[in-house]
């Protein structure tokens, strides 16, 4: 699977916009850009995913690169039940059965402030 | 709807002991995965259900580690001899199973402490 890097950590303001930036400069044509978050002591939850064209949920936006090396996750408004660890993760497209796991990095752990 | 559920949440052993974890997922998800979460590290997967079959079993870390789909729903992760490496949380989820960009919803986990 090709790497995606995050920073560390980010912090930003209750109310504020946040820009979680992922860059992945060995994606694929046939990889997707897909965005889990795990809140304290949960399980990760789905975000977003999106391949080429910068996408829209009620809970984010996905900005993707035109070159697709990086993508930002966009949380327009953060509130503090924001605060998770954030994971961006590649998934080819092409996958067969069998080969359809999750591969985590360490995503950026993001801090609300209130 | 009820989302995907583990038993125990909480599970302390001692070192050599035999465990069993259990997954429901979602009704209706064909698919099924395990992984394995250490502290500050992102989840680790262990071993991908297709039905009732293996479909991967590649991160299972050694022959202590086996898991099992007997009927397509329910799913018991088994830990012999344990040991203190073993110490993380044990994360079920499941899908539609349709290749692409099958959505995984997880469980909220099962913390096993072997001391």
């Known amino acids: 699977d090709a790497k995606t890097t995050q920073p560390n950590s980010m912090e930003s303001n209750e109310e504020e916009p946040v820009h979680l930036p992922c860059n992945h400069s060995?994606?694929?044509?046939?990889?997707?850009i897909h965005w889990y978050r795990q809140l304290p002591s949960q399980g990760p939850e789905y975000v977003i995913h999106?391949?080429?064209s910068n996408v829209n949920n009620r809970m984010a936006s996905l900005a993707i690169a035109e070159d697709r090396k990086s993508s930002t996750l966009i949380l327009h408004r953060a509130t503090l039940r924001d605060a998770a660890v954030y994971y961006c993760?590649?998934?080819?497209?092409?996958?067969?059965?069998?080969?359809?796991?999750?591969?985590f990095g360490t995503g950026t752990r993001l801090t609300i402030i209130p | 709807g009820a989302g995907v559920s583990q038993t125990p949440s909480n599970k302390v052993t001692e070192k050599g002991k035999y465990v069993e974890l259990r997954c429901d997922p979602i009704s209706g998800h064909t698919a099924l995965y395990w992984y394995r979460q250490s502290l500050g590290q992102g989840p680790e997967f262990l071993i991908y259900f297709q039905g009732t079959g293996a479909a991967d079993d590649s991160g299972l870390p050694n022959d202590r580690f086996f898991a099992v789909r007997p009927e397509g729903s329910v799913s018991t992760l088994k830990i012999q001899r344990t040991e203190r490496g073993d110490s993380a949380v044990y994360l079920c989820?499941?899908?539609?199973?349709?290749?692409?960009?099958?959505?995984?919803?997880f469980g909220p986990g099962t913390r096993l402490t072997v001391l």
């Open positions: 060995t994606i694929s044509g046939t990889d997707y």
């Open positions: 989820a499941s899908s539609y199973g349709v290749p692409d960009t099958d959505t995984q919803y």
């Open positions: 993760i590649l998934r080819d497209v092409k996958t067969n059965f069998g080969n359809e796991k999750l591969t």
């Open positions: 999106g391949l080429t």
